[in-house]
């Protein structure tokens, strides 16, 4: 067993893309801890789902056992690679307090972006060692003067503590770890103390029950103990312990100090959750250590199975699926169109595409997700208190309604310079309000913005994206609540209004937005036997009215030999899109359109 | 045809492994000129003419294929003669433009199939033509060669719709044709038009409908104009039976799309269905017409799911499971037919699909309710079924007499719909 003092625990953070699991990749290799013949690109990012965007969801940990060129010692390094997009800054957070030191990886052709700096802080709040890494030297449009600079300027990085490398090469590679053992904390706790663990993740096992992932704070826990967990009170003999190479490999013990895994054997996913305290039963600590803080869902959204009879699937797959990423919430609701389901919370829109998709793929469900949408404080009159509307559709009536608050946020904005202009318009045609800006070297600038949320979720960030050529990155956080003129608009299509697809907008955009949208439904509702109207109407108000016009024929004109085949995988295809679709009323109506808000744009 | 016509084989839904191929297809890949939205295995300009024309290394090629597959046929059912092998009942050059081969390629070619597969003689032999000068071929050499059946790629008889439709003939030379082929004595002509052509009116259509009526066809196809895109189908990949778009007809297509209009062609649908049964047509199949006993006998093989055998570029066969087809690329199907290094020739590359007992069913289903003939009342009561049939019923798409279920025109216009409810 590695002695507490030779142990060293850290993330890896950086904006996106800028070589997280690229420089985790080279440090298991140059650790011997994965196979070459095992080794892939990004190998941690395992989900099916990382690997096809390209990007790290979830954060892993790994263990790594590395002999130091210094003093020849052996030294247990636990790794943590982090996500990099703004919606998962949670998961960063919470890796984060699993950890003494972050190695800050900061792209060289691409310099600080909005991550980068708000990983930073979150680091430094923590109380961290960062290991500052400039990765990507090897790139011919790499400016290592430049960001070495920036580095200095902005973030009081000193250009001496910086390692160049590239992760993808490898060059730099045996400075960072030496700079780990050298330059990070060993973690302290008390191995004789009673057992504290944090758990900061888990998965279900059919076999082993819920699986707990823990750092441990205080004490030793072996092999076959009975364990509690303190905020639930379930208790078990555990099955297995052990750490993350990256696979799960058994140990005999884990001590104060350490990562690892712990088979609980219990089956009800509620007993274990993350933020709880895993102590003994036998010789309980008198407290936990502090969990976390609660994920605050910013989007809401319905999430609904295509038929019906698979509502119980999916609460199950919910519930499954919760004790992977504790960051969504869920609580049961219907609606009049989709029938039973489950208003979910997210902490982005990526984030709630991916839940979806998770749900779908690993679960086997085919799922509708209605359109997005903020948390609205509703101030009643008469003083009758405030309630909050996560779904449009559930705003009360216009004449019990004081006041309707909206959420807001900090936004903060990294560019080019040149492209000041482009975004100061898109952020004030978004109701944004300028706070200020900042040069963060001659070329670029970071700029700072206070924004209704609502219009930041729309498709503030493609429009972002397509205004500088891809250059621009951003993040966010919370800013309260403030009071707005807003008005529900409804959508009735053939007549029937379709609660799933009602949305909240400012009173002054509510007559284009309706109009845009109904435009948007007519292209999206493929024609059906008959002509279907689609209307938006505020009350009973209509604002807007689009026609689709009935389908007058679907015939394939010919068929011959060579054609069946063909002809007949179109007919496939026309059935599988049917059963994609959700009949409301007696239209059919594909799951985009429930979207449609997302792809308004701005014209 | 009606001798052909038992009930067992009009539901298309027995056994599939069963008798050879009494049934040949020849794809003859070349034309002067492309039709822009034209999805054929098509090769035109140098291919066809002059010192680089490649159609007698391909005529060469299409005989070695020949022999090569009616050896496997030999092989599976026995040689020309035993009992399992009765000769062709059909066979059909389609394309492309067959006619642009001589006569003389044509009776080598009928020649080659007469010995490897026989040839009954009442045997039903079609040539797809196109009536312009340059590419209508000879009709008494056709004739001598064997042929039976003409299939004229008319169109339209408006030249303004003909040079939309980027085709070579106007609307005169169908007339030609026609009185070219009768005094040949082909037996049995098709004229093929277009509806739902950009420019096309209700009365344009109408009146190249009655035009064609007027040169007394035996057989008329009234196709929809189609434009899709085989790229996006992934049938364009390098063992696939088509070939990519080129960007300009890309460009056409689009153009074109916008310029349809399906409550036109609806109309026009409508219209000529009216007008041809008021004239004693039987409407036989979606898109296919004929005076009685001048149906095509080689497409309804294909409607009732019997055997066929195929050869050429992209050609399809079936043999009772297997659904087979040759690469749609000349260069690798004339390299293995006609190794350039004298090395013994080999089948063509291409591709197949097993078509399982579910697939099978539905096939025939959707096959049968193309035609007149229908399928059989009791499936509607199939519990699988049941629903889509019910809601067809309930919008006039069904007619039920006796034994049979049929679809009404209002059906046929909305076949798709249908069918993608039933499979
Ligand atoms: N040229 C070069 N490319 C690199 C280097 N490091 C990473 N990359 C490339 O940058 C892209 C992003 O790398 P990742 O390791 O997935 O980045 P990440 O920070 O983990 O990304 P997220 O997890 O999505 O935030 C990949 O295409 C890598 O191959 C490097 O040192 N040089
Ligand atoms: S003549 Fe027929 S086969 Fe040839 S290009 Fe035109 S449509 Fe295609
Ligand atoms: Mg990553």
Redesign the interface.
């Known amino acids: 067993m590695i002695p507490q003092d030779r142990l060293r625990n850290f993330s890896i953070i950086a904006h996106i893309d800028h070589g997280k699991s690229t420089l985790a990749d080279r440090l298991l290799e140059l650790t011997h801890t994965i196979d070459a013949r095992q080794m892939t690109s990004q190998v941690l990012d395992s989900m099916d789902l990382e690997r096809e965007k390209g990007i790290t969801i979830k954060a892993r940990a790994v263990r790594l056992e590395y002999t130091s060129s210094r003093d020849g010692l052996v030294y247990g390094l636990n790794l943590i690679d982090t996500p990099g997009h703004v919606d998962f800054s949670y998961e960063v957070s919470r890796s984060l307090q699993a950890c003494e030191g972050a190695i800050l990886v900061v792209d060289a052709s691409q310099g600080i972006e909005a991550q980068t700096l708000a990983n930073v802080h979150l680091a430094l709040r923590e109380g961290l060692t960062i290991v500052p890494v400039l990765n990507k030297i090897d790139l011919p449009s790499a400016q290592p003067e430049l960001v070495l600079e920036e580095l200095e300027n902005v973030l009081a990085i000193p250009r001496e503590e910086v390692i160049l490398a590239s992760a993808k090469e490898g060059t730099g590679v045996p400075d960072i770890l030496e700079a780990i053992v050298a330059r990070i904390p060993a973690p302290r706790g008390n191995p004789k103390d009673r057992l504290q663990g944090l758990i900061f993740d888990s998965h279900y096992d059919p076999y082993k029950g819920v699986v707990v992932y823990v750092r441990l704070a205080a004490g030793t826990l072996h092999e076959h103990e009975e364990v509690r967990l303190m905020a639930s009170g379930a208790e078990s003999e555990i099955l297995e312990l052990g750490v993350f190479r990256p696979g799960l490999v058994p140990v005999r013990s884990l001590s104060a100090g350490e990562v690892g895994y712990v088979a609980t054997g219990l089956k009800s996913v509620r007993d274990a959750q993350v933020g709880d305290t895993i102590t003994s039963a036998g010789r309980p600590a008198a407290e936990p250590v502090p969990g976390y803080q609660e994920a605050k869902s910013l989007v809401f959204a319905g999430l609904y199975p295509l038929s019906g009879e698979d509502y119980p699937l999916l609460r199950d797959a919910l519930e499954k699926l919760h004790l992977n990423d504790a960051s969504f919430t869920y609580k049961a609701e219907s609606s009049v169109a989709l029938g039973f389901g489950f208003r979910c919370g997210f902490l982005g829109l990526l984030h709630m595409e991916i839940v979806q998709e998770r749900l779908e793929r690993e679960f086997g469900l085919d799922l509708i997700a209605s359109a997005p949408s903020v948390e609205y404080q509703v101030v009643l009159t008469h003083g009758r208190g405030t309630v909050a509307v996560d779904n449009p559709s559930r705003l009360p009536a216009a004449n019990d309604i004081e006041e309707i608050q909206e959420p807001w946020v900090k936004l903060s904005v990294v560019t080019p310079a040149s492209y000041i202009g482009p975004l100061m318009e898109l952020s004030t045609n978004r109701r944004g309000a300028f706070q200020d800006l900042e040069y963060l070297d001659p070329q670029r600038v970071l700029m700072r913005f206070h924004m209704p949320l609502a219009e930041l979720i729309v498709d503030y960030y493609d429009q972002l994206k397509s205004r500088t050529a891809g250059y621009a990155s951003m993040d966010y956080e919370e800013a309260g609540y403030r009071p707005a003129n807003l008005v529900k608009v409804d959508i009735m299509v053939n007549g029937e209004p379709v609660d799933a697809l009602s949305l909240i907008v400012h009173r002054e955009r509510a007559q284009s937005t309706g109009r845009v949208l109904v435009e948007a439904l007519r292209k999206l509702i493929p024609r059906q036997m008959f002509e279907v109207p689609i209307q938006a109407a505020i009350g009973s108000n209509v604002i807007a009215r689009e026609t689709v016009r009935a389908l007058r024929k679907n015939v394939l004109a010919k068929c011959y030999g060579g054609d069946i085949t063909r002809k007949r995988k179109l007919l496939e295809k026309q059935k599988e899109g049917k059963q994609r679709m959700k009949r409301v009323g007696s239209v059919e109506i594909p799951q985009e359109a429930f979207l449609a808000i997302l792809r308004m744009g701005e014209g | 045809m009606t001798e052909r016509e038992p009930a067992e084989l009009a539901t298309g839904l027995e056994a599939a492994s069963g008798p050879a191929p009494r049934s040949l297809?020849v794809h003859v890949p070349f034309c002067v000129s492309l039709c822009p939205y034209c999805d054929f295995v098509v090769y035109t300009g140098r291919s066809t003419r002059g010192p680089r024309s490649r159609i007698d290394a391909f005529v060469g090629a299409l005989s070695q294929e020949l022999e090569l597959r009616a050896d496997i046929v030999d092989a599976r059912f026995g040689a020309l003669g035993s009992v399992a092998r009765r000769p062709l009942d059909t066979l059909y050059f389609g394309g492309g433009t067959p006619s642009l081969l001589p006569p003389a390629s044509i009776a080598a070619l009928v020649q080659v199939v007469r010995e490897r597969f026989g040839l009954a003689t009442e045997a039903e032999v079609t040539l797809e033509a196109n009536p312009g000068p340059d590419d209508r071929g000879d009709a008494t050499g056709f004739a001598d060669a064997g042929v039976t059946r003409l299939s004229l790629g008319a169109q339209s008889f408006q030249d303004e719709e003909l040079r939309t439709l980027g085709r070579r003939h106007r609307g005169a030379h169908v007339a030609d044709a026609v009185l070219a082929a009768r005094s040949a004595r082909i037996a049995s002509i098709n004229i093929d038009l277009l509806y739902d052509v950009p420019g096309q009116t209700l009365a344009s259509w109408t009146d190249s409908l009655e035009r064609a009526l007027a040169l007394a066809p035996d057989h008329v196809?009234l196709?929809?104009?189609?434009l899709d895109d085989p790229d996006a189908?992934g049938?364009t990949g390098e063992l696939g039976?088509h070939l990519p778009t080129r960007s300009g007809a890309r460009r056409w297509r689009a153009a074109s799309r916008r310029r349809q209009d399906?409550?036109r062609?609806?109309a026009m649908?409508h219209h000529a269905t009216a007008l041809l049964a008021g004239e004693g047509w039987r409407a036989y199949e979606?898109?296919n017409w004929a005076r009685r006993g001048h149906e095509s006998r080689h497409?309804l093989a294909?409607?009732w799911r019997q055997p066929?055998e195929?050869v050429g570029p992209?050609?399809?066969?079936?043999d009772g499971t297997r659904?087979r087809?040759n690469a749609a690329r000349l260069e690798g199907y004339l390299a293995a037919l006609q190794p350039p290094d004298g090395s013994k020739p080999i089948l063509p590359p291409g591709s197949s699909?097993t078509v399982d007992a579910s697939?099978a069913a539905?096939?025939s289903m959707?096959?049968g309710l193309?035609l007149d003939t229908g399928v059989p009342a009791e499936l509607m009561a199939e519990p699988a079924l049941t629903d889509a049939f019910a809601w067809a019923k309930s919008?006039g798409f069904l007619l039920v007499d006796g034994s049979r279920v049929r679809l009404t025109t209002r059906g046929?216009?909305?076949?798709?719909?249908l069918?993608?409810?039933l499979?």
């Open positions: 297809y196809s196709y929809a104009l189609t189908e049938l039976d399906d409550e062609a609806t649908y979606i898109s497409n294909y409607w066929y195929a992209g050609a399809h066969a079936f659904r087809w699909e697939t539905a096939e959707i096959l193309r919008l046929r216009l909305f076949s798709n719909e069918f993608a409810r499979i």
